[in-house]
């Protein structure tokens, strides 16, 4: 066999030298018998540059001056066959790689009810343990739908912790885009004790100005003692899921009631609003409250209070009085409403809520407590819900 007259005499106890020969290795030393050992450790994390030399090797004996002979052939089809295996695994690499995929399948999109896939929102969570607050980094979104005839959407951000909901924050609005870029950082303040059983719920929408804003879907993050814990650069990316059975968020109003019989007045005293809706791009309000009189539909009187400017959360402190005489009160109901001062445009009513006698539900009790406690002032809370108009109801407060 012509190989084994150039080896020499020392060629027969090394049996292995043609094996690497196909690779073209410059010399026949032992640096060229550890080549074939480093490719095949190597292709779990190489596989693509594992595969190349495999498709190469066949070409590189015809280099050779004959030399290959019918044995380098053989050993080259060997070296084709083995990254055959590296192939299914070079499938399969890049896509753990990828930015945010592992956490995604850990986590999902946390619970937020099983929906369809509606894009991905990135965030960075990080503890300050001094100050024992719990600092959140909305950083952006991507492939989001278009909710707009014109292909794109105008999305924003609205998150607050669970179980309570007690503190609401929101971003920006983003105008005509698919993938925006939020980067805007807020802060909960969480004992250290409460992280494992707290969750963090986003809600991503579209603005719309005229109408109802879309909810696009939704995002609940739980683990958030480990989520804490890591570096608070790294993204933690999840999916939003599609939610279509959320009741519009429009906020809170709180204010106290108080009858006088003898002189039939009732006062309503507006104390403050929390979690309002934005309704201007800035990402807030100019919100004002507006308390109707009415009886069978009509409205009798109306009072307003200030205008409070770039605000979700205003503070009134303000007694709007209506003469209601003893015989009315039972046939009288307020409706509250929260509207947001547009000075160029109309203004729009955020939402509303409504008191009496034939309310439903908080409404008729904040009312009867009213009633039952003569001159005393009685504090409740209201849900806003949508302004939803009777009919033959010209009067109704959604005009300002």
Known sequence: VPWRDKGGAGAAPRKEPPHPAPFGEPERGEAGAEAPERSYLDMGSCPEAALKLSQTSPELPLERDGAGGALPSATSQQ???????????????PELYQPGEGDARRGGAGGAGGGTPCGRLSVALRYAYGTEQLVVRVLRARDLPAKDANGFSDPYV???LLPDRKKKFQTK????????????????????????????????????????HDLIGQVVLDNLLEAAERDGETPIWRDILEATAEKADLGEVNFSLCYLPTAGRLTVTVIRA?????????????????????????????????????????????????DVPHESVHHVSLTIAVVDYDCIG???????????SDAEGPGREHWAEMLA??????????????????PGSPGFPGTP
């Not at 070296?79 to 690499?93: A, D, F, L, N």
């Not at 004992?191 to 494992?196: D, I, S, V, W």
């Not at 001159?375 to 009777?390: A, D, G, N």
Request: charged share 25%.
């Open 373 to 390: 406690n003569p001159r005393k002032p009685i504090e409740h809370w209201h849900t806003l819900v949508e302004v939803r108009p009777p």
């Open 158 to 160: 609205k998150m607050y």
């Open 346 to 356: 109309h203004n729009e009513v955020i939402g509303m809520c409504r008191v009496g």
């Open 79 to 93: 070296q084709v066959e083995k990254p055959e295996q590296s192939t299914s695994i070079g499938q399969i690499q």
């Open 274 to 322: 929390s979690n309002l809706r934005a309704m201007d791009l800035t990402g807030f309000s100019d919100p004002y409250v507006k308390a109707s009189l009415m009886a069978e539909g009509r409205r009798l009187k109306k009072r307003k209070t200030s205008i409070k400017k770039n605000t979700l959360n205003p503070s009134y402190n303000e007694a709007l009085v209506f």
């Open 173 to 212: 609005v983003h105008r005509r885009t698919l993938n925006p870029v939020f980067d805007e950082t807020f802060s909960f303040g969480v004992p250290f004790a409460e992280l494992p059983a707290r969750r963090l719920h986003f809600s991503v929408y579209d603005f719309d100005r005229f109408s109802r």
